[in-house]
T-cell receptor, first 115, second 114 residues
Framework: ETGVTQTPRHLVMGMTNKKSLKCEQH?????MYWYKQSAKKPLELMFV???????ENNSVPSRFSPECPNSSHLFLHLHTLQPEDSALYLC??????????????FGPGTRLTVL | AQSVAQPEDQVNVAEGNPLTVKCTYS??????LFWYVQYPNRGLQFLLK??????LVKGSYGFEAEFNKSQTSFHLKKPSALVSDSALYFC????????????FGKGNQVVVIP
């Protein structure tokens, strides 16, 4: 589990705050992902970065802004969130291949609560 | 688009008994199938995957899964459950037809009763 780390592990913020989630992978992978996990719902893919370029953005509200400065780091910048954004935010990484057979490895997540 | 169904919200099993967690999938091309486990306050841990070849795939912690193309299923199994296997289990599928998205099921809570 130490291959992908996330900070902070817990975050409580008001709707007018600005905060950032950080993810770091130590596996030498070339792709990174943000997922949202809400209770009793499938994981929702938010963003995908491959070779530091955003390749997918699944209609995520603009109050979520990703940043991938290099292949090892991924950020999720948060501003003016809503209470329904409270969830566990998971980061993952993989060594993406042309055949799409790669395995994604997950970090421990950031438990976000929006008041 | 690819999708996964995990029909049971919770699976209860006595310690030492066989454990089965069900998963069915839908894809347009060849399926690439994965199982993950999530313990409380932790991220998802990879258990095993099927890409091609032998339909029976062996993974971590004594788990295995059987790919059944005709039934579009990929059930997770363990011959003898441990109390420590109590966790949330996720099945996921990727469509080999060129879509890199990994679609997850909603998860199954497994409770192993001592």
């Amino acid at each position: 589990e130490t291959g992908v780390t996330q900070t902070p592990r817990h975050l409580v913020m008001g709707m007018t705050n600005k905060k950032s989630l950080k993810c770091e992978q130590h596996l030498g992978h070339n792709a990174m992902y943000w997922y949202k996990q809400s209770a009793k719902k499938p994981l929702e893919l938010m963003f995908v970065y491959s070779l530091e370029e955003r390749v997918e953005n699944n209609s995520v509200p603009s109050r979520f802004s990703p940043e991938c400065p290099n292949s090892s780091h991924l950020f999720l910048h948060l501003h003016t969130l809503q209470p329904e954004d409270s969830a566990l935010y998971l980061c993952a990484s993989s060594q993406a291949t042309s055949g799409y057979t790669d395995t994604q490895y997950f970090g421990p997540g950031t438990r976000l609560t929006v008041l | 688009a690819q999708s996964v169904a995990q029909p049971e919200d919770q699976v209860n099993v006595a310690e030492g008994n066989p454990l089965t967690v069900k998963c069915t999938y839908s894809v347009s091309g060849n399926p690439y199938l994965f199982w993950y486990v999530q313990y409380p306050n932790r991220g998802l841990q990879f258990l095993l995957k099927y890409i091609t070849g032998d339909n029976l795939v062996k993974g971590s912690y004594g788990f295995e899964a059987e790919f059944n193309k005709s039934q579009t299923s990929f059930h997770l199994k363990k011959p003898s459950a441990l109390v420590s296997d109590s966790a949330l289990y996720f099945c996921a599928v990727r469509d080999g037809d060129g879509n890199n998205r990994l679609a997850f099921g909603k998860g199954n809570q497994v409770v192993v009763i001592p």
